[in-house]
């Protein structure tokens, strides 16, 4: 029996972590007393709506996908612009289409990492950035009214950030010839998830 190389022993580590990470954050946030108004409720919040969880796992797979500093660039643009669309939505800023584009974004991430688009490294940074925005306004108009804005804010930006982590662990599979397929079939899976949502929001 051959040993695990080391990349794929850090993988299973990276699988492992982040599963404690999203078990012990969850159990905790349901613990909270008043935790529909703060952290927990953030926390909470991107994890209930299966539009939100591709289109951020998607992010992570296509940074992984496109390797180098798209690994981390596109998961740190995509939690940065999404604050600014939450800022926008409890502001009460209008913004036509939102579900809609949350629908797409799905889609179109899923699409990239199905068959591997690799455009120029600012190309997928600003279509990254475009669907944050849709995503970041769904939150802040359903940001509770009870909810500290703050603390609901850390809190889905650190599920996302680790939902992009989720992403980011699968995507390194592409190394392996194996896991190139399974990775673009996981985008493949995620673009059809988003043509489901396109279809109940028109």
Known sequence: MSTPSLSHRRATRAWVGIG?????????????????????????????????????VAVGLWGAFLGSRATWLLPVIFPMVMAVGGALGVAGVHIPGVETGIALSAIALGLMVAFSVRPPLWV?????????????????????????????????????????????????????????????????????MGACFLTGVL
């Open 20 to 56: 404690l990470l999203l078990s012990c954050s969850i159990a905790s946030a349901h613990t909270e007393s008043g935790g529909a108004g703060g952290f927990s409720s953030g926390f909470l919040h991107p994890l209930t709506g299966l539009d939100h969880v591709a289109a951020m």
């Open 124 to 192: 997928a940074g600003v279509l990254v950035g475009i669907f944050a925005i849709f995503h970041g306004h769904a939150h802040g108009t359903e940001l509770p009214e009870s909810a500290n804005a703050l603390a609901f804010a850390i809190g889905f930006v650190i599920s996302t950030g680790l939902l992009h982590l989720c992403g980011i662990a699968f995507g390194l599979l592409v190394k392996y010839p194996w896991g190139k397929t399974a990775v673009r079939a996981a985008g493949g899976v995620i673009a059809i």
